[in-house]
């Protein structure tokens, strides 16, 4: 069955240091491959996707994540984090047939010192 | 541009009642899909809807149905409440259903259910 990993259920970093997030996927084909952002008593914000060409994808607010086949992996990066970042972040595989689904992951918690 | 509303906010019910959660989707997108969120965790598919018709379906019991209306709103209902239906209840709208088409989400409806 298609399945999400994220290994970190809570990360703290400080302000102005760079940031990975870690995202593990399990699906058969090619996948599709997202990250959004859900800031406390919010709906989700898409901050990247991948479809599919160049594994180094740039997305909103100077995210950047890449796909790599071989490690079944879509790490999230920022080279340097404000603390306005502060939210949980959630990577998802898009499944198609019967249905637009997102699978999600946990989720990774961000706390970010001043 | 007005994003997904959902309404209401917050409600509490209580067991074995019944609920009606109502999403309005994004000007010009005909695509409305439902997750569930459960504190902790990621979203859950629960219901894909395109042009009025159920496109996709997640593990949910019966008791959870919903229906698209003409304008493309839609309602969730869930019967017979149980306490672990508790959760945040998460709209999504997109253009198409298609894989490529972005979800943009809703904040939201969280259901305390006593």
């Known amino acids: 069955a298609q399945s999400v990993t994220q290994p970190d259920i809570h990360i703290t970093v400080s302000e102005g240091a760079s940031l990975e997030l870690r995202c593990n996927y399990s699906?058969?084909?090619?996948?599709?491959l997202f990250w959004y952002v859900q800031s406390p008593g919010q709906g989700l914000q898409l901050l990247l996707k991948?479809?599919?060409?160049?594994?180094l994808v740039q997305g909103i607010k100077g995210f950047e994540a890449e796909f790599k086949r071989s490690q079944s992996s879509f790490n999230l990066r920022k080279p340097s984090v404000h603390w306005s970042d502060a939210a949980e972040y959630f990577c998802?595989?898009?499944?198609?047939?019967?249905?637009?689904?997102?699978?999600f992951g946990t989720g990774t918690q961000l706390k970010v010192e001043l | 541009d007005a994003g997904v509303t959902q309404s209401p906010t917050h409600l509490i019910k209580t067991r074995g009642q019944h609920v009606t959660l109502r999403c309005s989707p994004i000007?010009?997108?005909?695509?409305v899909s439902w997750y569930q969120q459960v504190l902790g965790q990621g979203p859950q598919f629960i219901f894909q809807?395109?042009?009025?018709?159920?496109?996709g379906r997640g593990n949910f019991p019966d008791r959870f149905s919903a229906r698209q209306f003409p304008n493309y709103s839609s309602e969730l209902n869930v019967n017979a409440l149980l306490l672990g239906d508790s959760a945040l209840y998460l709209c999504?709208?997109?253009?198409?259903?298609?894989?490529?088409?972005?979800?943009?989400f809703g904040n939201g409806t969280r259901l305390t259910v006593t």
């Open positions: 999504a709208s997109s253009p198409t259903p298609d894989g490529n088409s972005p979800l943009h």
């Open positions: 991948y479809f599919s060409g160049d594994t």
């Open positions: 809807y395109y042009e009025k018709e159920e496109r």
């Open positions: 699906y058969g084909a090619t996948p599709y």
């Open positions: 998802a595989v898009l499944i198609t047939g019967g249905g637009n689904k997102l699978t």
């Open positions: 000007s010009g997108h005909k695509s």
